[in-house]
């Protein structure tokens, strides 16, 4: 299994809902990654978990609050968005967070909040 | 600090033509990695290549080839007679301990090849 799946592929939300994604890979990479990406612009790091413990918190709000329930899973819980918060939300994971030998990225979910 | 620039924003070419896209780095590290991703209308990045800093040895894959020149901080891919299926918006990308081994993207080209 050389994937990364995320769910859902495409969310709406309200402004007052309280939603989740979930990322899931079996390659036993102890890395993984939340990215966001805007349209038409390049993805941008949000979190990073290496070996289940965040690493890096790319200053972002708190409205986002990642998880990491064991070394497969990785979630992304979200609270009282913003419109400005859509975008598409990419899950990547790596061998290991200090050898970059490459992500593999799952096919991200695309965010929309009214 | 870590940058990547891609200057062509949008290319379009006509299928079987070749097209090369750019890609200049920034980076004060002596170890670092560059890497290609496509990035197709289904939103999934899919990784192309990655490339040491150590190792400026061209290479190629099929259609693909990538030309590494440290001199000039640049590593532009080319894509040889093009195809419809090769439509997508493709990242260069560069991670090094600068920016703790994290991946910094390019703003991306979005290539269109027309039939």
């Known amino acids: 299994d050389t994937e990364v799946t995320q769910t859902p592929k495409h969310l709406v939300m309200g402004m007052t809902n309280k939603k989740s994604l979930k990322c899931e890979q079996h390659?036993?990479?102890?890395?993984m990654y939340w990215y966001k990406q805007k349209a038409k612009k390049p993805p941008e790091l949000m979190f990073v978990?290496?070996?289940?413990?965040?690493?890096i918190n790319e200053s972002v709000p708190s409205r986002f609050s990642p998880e990491c329930p064991n070394s497969s899973l990785l979630n992304l819980h979200l609270h009282a968005l913003q419109p400005e918060d859509s975008a598409l939300y990419l899950c990547?994971?790596?061998?290991?967070?200090?050898?970059?030998?490459?992500?593999?990225f799952g096919s991200g979910t695309r965010l929309t909040v009214v | 600090a870590q940058k990547v620039t891609q200057a062509q924003t949008e290319i379009s070419v006509v299928e079987k033509e070749d097209v090369t896209l750019d890609c200049v780095y920034e980076?004060?590290?002596?170890?670092?990695?560059l890497f290609w991703y496509k990035q197709p209308p289904s939103g999934e990045l899919v990784f192309l290549i990655r490339?040491?800093?150590?190792?400026?040895q061209n290479e190629i894959s099929g259609r693909y080839s990538w030309n590494f020149q440290k001199s000039t901080s640049s590593f532009n891919f080319t894509i040889t007679a093009s195809q419809v299926v090769d439509s997508a918006v493709y990242f260069c990308?560069?991670?090094?301990?600068?920016?703790?081994?994290?991946?910094?993207f390019g703003t991306g080209t979005r290539l269109t090849v027309i039939p």
């Open positions: 980076t004060r590290d002596t170890t670092y990695y």
């Open positions: 978990y290496s070996y289940e413990k965040l690493s």
């Open positions: 390659m036993g990479h102890r890395a």
């Open positions: 490339r040491n800093s150590f190792d400026e």
């Open positions: 990308a560069l991670s090094g301990e600068t920016g703790a081994n994290n991946l910094f």
């Open positions: 990547a994971s790596s061998q290991d967070w200090a050898e970059p030998y490459g992500y593999t």
